[in-house]
């Protein structure tokens, strides 16, 4: 499901209407039905949203409530997902479609709220001290200290994805697997930027210090 990064980061030409940029609201949802509704989900994500790495399935138990709302929105409407060589985004925007509408969309999202956070297993290959500094200059601004993330800036957090699925959708981003939709106002952005990671090893350090800014399994 989701992704990563802010569409606010880039240059002025890149960025949406200043009225498209404001964080989505999401309303309060029914448990009792996102429980229900969230079966479907669990059969990849886990019954704790813990994810499954084998089903290239990321943690939902992590994710902002705001961004995941926005990326359900997105795979249902075909603005993620939309391409044949996307085979994992074409699987979640087919699954979006058996969510009728944005309350049930809710609904499952307050459910996923209940489920308690999952601590990612650290399998950095990366000089988190390089990150640290490509960090701050392409993502800091948006997804702030300690990459927490920052609503107002449609930001999501990334210290809770796993480094896998991170560095997946970075590269979908710099191959236009991702962003590349004409109404991804948020995703647009990400293509310019993510292109300046020069190489593998770039990625692999920015990884790096996103895992090193939380508590991991075996620290």
Request: charged share 20%; glycine share 8%.
């Amino acid at each position: 499901m989701i992704l990563l990064f802010c569409g606010a980061c880039s240059t002025q030409s890149n960025r949406a209407p200043a009225t498209e940029l404001s964080a989505p609201v999401v309303e309060k949802g029914n448990i009792d039905k996102g429980r229900t509704l969230y079966i479907t989900c669990s059969a990849c994500h886990g019954d704790s949203g813990e994810g499954k790495a084998h089903l290239h399935a990321p943690s939902l138990a992590n994710l902002d409530p705001w961004y995941a709302f926005t990326q359900l929105k997105n795979f249902k409407k075909g603005i993620r997902g939309y391409l044949s060589q996307d085979s994992t985004g074409v699987q979640m925007a087919t699954v979006a479609q058996s969510l009728k509408d944005t309350t049930e969309m809710q609904d499952v999202i307050v459910y996923i709220e209940t489920l308690a956070d999952v601590k990612v297993i650290s399998a950095a290959a990366g000089d988190k001290r390089k990150g640290e500094r490509t960090y701050q200059t392409l993502c800091g601004s948006c997804h702030g200290p300690g990459a927490k993330g920052n609503e107002l800036m449609h930001a999501p957090r990334l210290n809770g994805l796993e480094p896998w699925y991170i560095k997946s959708q970075i590269t979908k981003f710099k191959t236009s697997l991702r962003g590349a939709h004409p109404e991804d106002a948020y995703g647009a952005p990400m293509v310019p930027m993510m292109a300046l990671l020069k190489d593998e090893q770039a990625i692999d350090d920015v990884i790096a210090y996103i895992q090193s800014t939380v508590p991991t399994v075996g620290q």
